[in-house]
């Protein structure tokens, strides 16, 4: 069971588990002024999982929706990334991304670095209240490199934060344009 440090609400945060391994939490919101039903529908369509990949500036990348399943698959540039990391990454980041709907409202995540020794586990959830829906994504990043492991979480936090800012944003004009 992880234990969250006292750290941001919507952000990454220190964390460490019962066995006193480190990890870092993402925890982020993303609001939008429609019915659950709305944004699950969103979610639920790959011209919008496309429009997020294009508007993120993914190499190249691919979104599978089969039924209650979802695999969005993006290939990053690793030019920003700073030198120590780069060398355990190299020049691309491809990063799987994996959506189990357990509900209409509920989804198991899991991102993976194929062949690098970190992933991100969580859950997305949808709650509406007044008429607006709130996506809550919750994932535990671990990354088992001695030494640089957690610099290496916060950097891949740091990512995942600002990918899901650009989905909220996506989101939004999609939901307004529907």
Not at 25 to 54: C, N, S
Not at 55 to 82: M, N
Not at 99 to 111: C, K, M, N, Y
């Amino acid at each position: 069971m992880m234990r969250q440090d006292p750290g941001p609400v919507d952000g990454p945060a220190t964390t460490r588990d019962a066995g006193g391994d480190m990890g870092t939490r993402l925890t982020k919101r993303l609001t939008y002024d429609a019915t659950t039903e709305q944004v699950a529908a969103m979610l639920d369509d790959p011209g919008f999982r496309e429009e997020v990949l294009e508007r993120q500036k993914v190499l190249r990348g691919s979104v599978s929706i089969d039924g209650d399943h979802v695999t969005v698959e993006q290939v990053r540039s690793a030019d920003d990334i700073p030198s120590f990391a780069q060398k355990f990454v190299g020049d691309e980041i491809l990063i799987v991304q994996t959506e189990d709907w357990t509900s209409p409202t509920a989804a198991d995540v899991r991102l993976t670095i194929p062949g690098k020794p970190g992933e991100a586990v969580g859950t997305l959830g949808l709650v509406e209240s007044g008429g607006t829906t709130t996506e809550s994504v919750d994932l535990d990043l671990t990354v088992k490199i001695p030494l640089v492991g957690g610099k290496i979480e916060q950097l891949i936090a740091g990512i995942f934060s600002a990918a899901l800012d650009v989905e909220q944003k996506v989101g939004r004009e999609w939901l307004a344009r529907s």
